[in-house]
Structure formats: structure tokens, C-alpha cells
């Protein structure tokens, strides 16, 4: 079996990463990957995380295993972020929460759930376009994915119509991914009147949203970013939602991830978290420690977070700064084309437009990388890179039609 094997496509976003760095141009830039960089091209250790660490460091006492979903009070906190700090336990007492490795992790403990209950004779269904490897995570699960419309090419913006008669069909019982903001690839999210619809839709039809909250705090404030979930846990919605602190804790090497369940009830909460648990056993068995910890601290002490609210917020600055500079700068060389879309859009990812036959010039060329649909994470974006990408992707336009 060995001998025969052939080597594997590499990833589509991962693999640009690796031949980014292979490739001796001293001008190349990288902008594939979904990382944050600030305006050096670094991935910083946030202050905030760097001080949990330092504390947690000196009152560790023990390596002993967690238990399988977690500690009580990372849940506990994640569930505060998402569902909002009150006297009563969120949602009350219809939701739990299981630690995962990153969002990733969450997505497939999400499928894998779906399966275990009998999902694989439903549905995943998945926008077009969206994140490539949510196709490969529910497809690893034994789960069939279908697409529904969701990106207008012509205006960079939502196919709103597209999108809700095709959500109007999907049958009882199917999984629909949705992203609860700064959607990957294309950075057009849904708003608020789209999110009511999507509530009353999936309680009317009967259809369970995962919502990927990958990048809680980067178009608006975390509470801003959150009210879609506070939407469907108040519209009683039974929902599922992966959250990641990869990228608003910059944890990204940490895989520090929750997956949250929101049941109709308190029993029956309970009983399909056994089944995450049962999931949890065969996958990975119980969480690493250290990076649920530290967010754990930066969420639960004053100062921390407070700390931490404060660099969410320059991260969000940047990438609307970076957003601006950028579509001014196309617009500035190609005044008879729209760039606005780009300001437009939120998060780390804008559809550019661009063709696969520009890209790959793009690459070839001058350097650059991005995802074959074009899809840029702008923040890879710096002072000293900007006006040569802009240069290079006008010339690219007129260039390769």
C-alpha cells in the first residue's frame, strides 16, 4: 500500500505558506494565509496573553489530565463572551460548552455529532463560496455537503434572494454553516434583518445553524459580532457554534477552540452532550491544557480583559485602515473600476475578483501569493508592500483580461 501511495494535493491555503517560503524573490508577499500581522508583518504575542501566561506559570501544580470536555470555567467564560455575563446561567441552562482544538476542532466534533445522531442521512450545507476545508471536515465526517448561493461577483456583496430561497428548502433535520461575521473568503456578512430571518427560518423549518465565530471582535466590537448568536439562542433556535481564539487572541499556535450547544432543553442539553463527550473520547480524549487556560485568565480577570479589549481593538483599526489604503490604491491606478467593495468588506479576507490565470501571474511574477479565487488576506498588507502589490495587480488586470 505504501509503495503505491501517491503524494497528496498540497492544502490550498497552507501549501501557499510553504512555497511563499521557498521562493527567493525579495520582494514576495504573503497574502494567503489567515493570520494577523501588524504593519511589520508580524503575528504578535498580545500583552495581555503574555501576562495570563507569566501568572499561570507560577501557580501550576500539576500536568494531570482535563476532563474530556474541559475545565467547567473556560465553558463557563466562553459561554459569557458569546452569550453575554448575567446573573443567569446563558440560555437558561440549555447550553454547554466543550473545549476543542481551535475552530477546526469544534467543526468536526460538530460533525461527528451529527453523524453519531444520525445525521449522515442529512445534509451539510455550505456557502458558495466559504472556507475550503469545511467541505473537507464534514466530508471527513461522513457527512454529504451540498452548497446554497451566498456571494453577488458583480457588486462584492450578498445574494441575498439566492441565499434565502435557498435556505427556504433545506429539509428538517440538515446542518447549515453559516459565519457569524467577517465570512471567509469573501468578508460580505449577513445583517442584523438577515439574521432575524435566518432565526425564524431555522425554527420554522427545522434546520440546525452551525455558525463558525472564528473572528469574534474583528468587525465590530465582540458584543457587536456576538448579537447573532444572542439572536438565535433568544429566538429558542437549537444551533451549534464553533468559536476559536486563533485570531482575536492571536493563539493561533495554541488551537484553543469551544464548541458551544444550544438544545431546546435542559434535558436535552444534557443528553446530546453526552454524545459530544462520546465524540470528544475517540477523537483527541481530553483538551491540552495551557492555551485554554490562558484564555481562560485574560477572560476572567478585570484587568486582562480589559487589556485585551483594548488590542482587539487595534487589531480592528488595522484592518479597516489597511482595507481603505488598499482600495484607494487600486483606485488611484485604475480609476474606472470600482474598488469600494473592499472597504466594504470586514475581517482579514476580501474577494478580490481576480481570475485564477491572474493569480497565478501574480505569483509567477512578481511574487505575490493568494488563494486561486482570489482571495487576499489584507493585513498582509504593510507600509512597505502596498503600493508594489497595487502597482503589480493593476498591471496584472490590464495585462491578463
Same mark, same amino acid.
Given at each position: 500500500?505504501?509503495?503505491?501511495?501517491?503524494?497528496?494535493?498540497?492544502?490550498?491555503?497552507? %501549501?501557499?505558506?510553504?512555497?511563499?517560503?521557498?521562493?527567493?524573490?525579495?520582494?514576495?508577499?504573503?497574502?494567503?494565509?489567515?493570520?494577523?500581522?501588524?504593519?511589520? %508583518?508580524?503575528?504578535? +504575542?498580545?500583552? *495581555? +496573553?503574555?501576562?495570563?501566561?507569566?501568572?499561570?506559570?507560577?501557580?501550576?501544580?500539576?500536568?494531570?489530565?482535563?476532563?474530556?470536555?474541559?475545565?467547567?470555567?473556560?465553558?463557563?467564560?466562553?459561554?459569557?463572551?458569546?452569550?453575554?455575563?448575567?446573573?443567569?446561567?446563558?440560555?437558561?441552562?440549555?447550553?454547554?460548552?466543550?473545549?476543542?482544538?481551535?475552530?477546526? %476542532?469544534?467543526?468536526?466534533? !460538530?460533525?461527528?455529532?451529527?453523524?453519531?445522531?444520525?445525521?449522515?442521512?442529512?445534509?451539510?450545507?455550505?456557502?458558495?463560496?466559504?472556507?475550503?476545508?469545511?467541505?473537507?471536515?464534514?466530508? #471527513?465526517?461522513?457527512?454529504?455537503?451540498?452548497?446554497?448561493?451566498?456571494?453577488?461577483?458583480?457588486?462584492?456583496?450578498?445574494?441575498?434572494?439566492?441565499?434565502?430561497?435557498?435556505?427556504?428548502?433545506?429539509?428538517?433535520?440538515?446542518?447549515?454553516?453559516?459565519?457569524?461575521?467577517?465570512?471567509?473568503?469573501?468578508?460580505?456578512?449577513?445583517?442584523?434583518?438577515?439574521?432575524?430571518?435566518?432565526?425564524?427560518?431555522?425554527?420554522?423549518?427545522?434546520?440546525?445553524?452551525?455558525?463558525?465565530?472564528?473572528?469574534?471582535?474583528? #468587525?465590530?466590537? +465582540?458584543?457587536?459580532?456576538? #448579537?447573532?448568536?444572542?439572536?438565535?439562542?433568544? !429566538?429558542?433556535?437549537?444551533?451549534?457554534?464553533?468559536?476559536?481564539?486563533?485570531?482575536?487572541?492571536?493563539?493561533?499556535?495554541?488551537?484553543?477552540?469551544?464548541?458551544?450547544?444550544? #438544545?431546546?432543553?435542559?434535558?436535552?442539553?444534557?443528553?446530546?452532550?453526552?454524545?459530544?463527550?462520546?465524540?470528544?473520547?475517540?477523537?483527541?480524549?481530553?483538551?491540552?491544557?495551557?492555551?485554554?487556560?490562558?484564555?481562560?485568565?485574560?477572560?476572567?480577570?478585570?484587568?486582562?480583559?480589559?487589556?485585551?479589549?483594548?488590542?482587539?481593538?487595534? @487589531?480592528?483599526?488595522?484592518?479597516?485602515?489597511?482595507?481603505?489604503?488598499?482600495?484607494?490604491?487600486? *483606485? !488611484?491606478? @485604475?480609476?474606472?473600476?470600482?474598488?469600494?467593495?473592499?472597504?466594504?468588506?470586514?475581517?482579514?479576507? *476580501?474577494?478580490?475578483?481576480?481570475?485564477?490565470?491572474?493569480?497565478?501571474?501574480?505569483?509567477?511574477?512578481? %511574487?505575490?501569493? @493568494?488563494?486561486?479565487?482570489?482571495? +487576499?488576506?489584507?493585513?498582509?498588507?504593510?507600509?512597505?508592500?502596498?503600493?508594489?502589490?497595487?502597482?503589480?495587480?493593476?498591471?496584472?488586470?490590464?495585462?491578463?483580461?
Amino acid at each position: 500500500m505504501w509503495r503505491d501511495t501517491q503524494p497528496a494535493p498540497p492544502d490550498p491555503i497552507l %501549501g501557499l505558506t510553504e512555497a511563499w517560503k521557498a521562493d527567493p524573490n525579495p520582494q514576495k508577499v504573503n497574502l494567503g494565509v489567515g493570520v494577523y500581522q501588524d504593519e511589520q %508583518g508580524r503575528t504578535p +504575542v498580545l500583552p *495581555s +496573553v503574555k501576562a495570563a501566561e507569566a501568572a499561570l506559570l507560577g501557580r501550576e501544580t500539576t500536568k494531570a489530565y482535563l476532563p474530556i470536555a474541559g475545565e467547567p470555567e473556560y465553558a463557563r467564560r466562553v459561554e459569557e463572551l458569546v452569550f453575554g455575563a448575567g446573573d443567569r446561567p446563558a440560555g437558561g441552562g440549555r447550553v454547554r460548552t466543550a473545549y476543542a482544538p481551535g475552530g477546526t %476542532g469544534a467543526l468536526r466534533v !460538530a460533525g461527528d455529532l451529527a453523524a453519531a445522531l444520525g445525521g449522515r442521512g442529512h445534509t451539510v450545507w455550505l456557502s458558495t463560496p466559504t472556507w475550503p476545508n469545511h467541505r473537507g471536515i464534514f466530508s #471527513a465526517a461522513g457527512l454529504e455537503t451540498r452548497e446554497y448561493p451566498y456571494f453577488h461577483a458583480a457588486t462584492g456583496s450578498l445574494d441575498r434572494d439566492g441565499f434565502r430561497a435557498a435556505l427556504e428548502r433545506v429539509p428538517v433535520g440538515d446542518l447549515v454553516v453559516l459565519h457569524a461575521g467577517c465570512h471567509n473568503p469573501t468578508g460580505v456578512d449577513l445583517e442584523e434583518p438577515d439574521w432575524e430571518w435566518v432565526a425564524a427560518t431555522a425554527q420554522a423549518r427545522g434546520w440546525i445553524p452551525v455558525v463558525d465565530a472564528a473572528y469574534l471582535g474583528f #468587525a465590530g466590537t +465582540v458584543e457587536q459580532d456576538a #448579537a447573532p448568536l444572542r439572536r438565535l439562542l433568544a !429566538a429558542g433556535v437549537n444551533f451549534l457554534v464553533a468559536v476559536s481564539f486563533s485570531k482575536n487572541m492571536s493563539l493561533y499556535r495554541e488551537r484553543v477552540g469551544a464548541l458551544v450547544l444550544a #438544545a431546546a432543553d435542559t434535558g436535552s442539553a444534557d443528553a446530546i452532550f453526552s454524545h459530544v463527550k462520546r465524540v470528544i473520547r475517540v477523537l483527541y480524549s481530553n483538551p491540552a491544557a495551557h492555551g485554554a487556560l490562558t484564555a481562560t485568565a485574560v477572560l476572567s480577570d478585570a484587568l486582562l480583559r480589559s487589556m485585551w479589549d483594548r488590542e482587539v481593538a487595534e @487589531m480592528r483599526a488595522r484592518l479597516a485602515a489597511v482595507r481603505t489604503a488598499f482600495s484607494d490604491a487600486l *483606485s !488611484a491606478r @485604475m480609476p474606472d473600476r470600482d474598488f469600494g467593495f473592499i472597504r466594504r468588506q470586514r475581517g482579514l479576507f *476580501s474577494f478580490t475578483g481576480l481570475t485564477p490565470a491572474q493569480t497565478t501571474r501574480l505569483r509567477e511574477r512578481y %511574487g505575490i501569493y @493568494m488563494t486561486v479565487d482570489g482571495r +487576499v488576506n489584507v493585513v498582509g498588507l504593510t507600509p512597505a508592500n502596498l503600493d508594489y502589490v497595487a502597482d503589480a495587480i493593476a498591471e496584472t488586470i490590464r495585462a491578463v483580461a
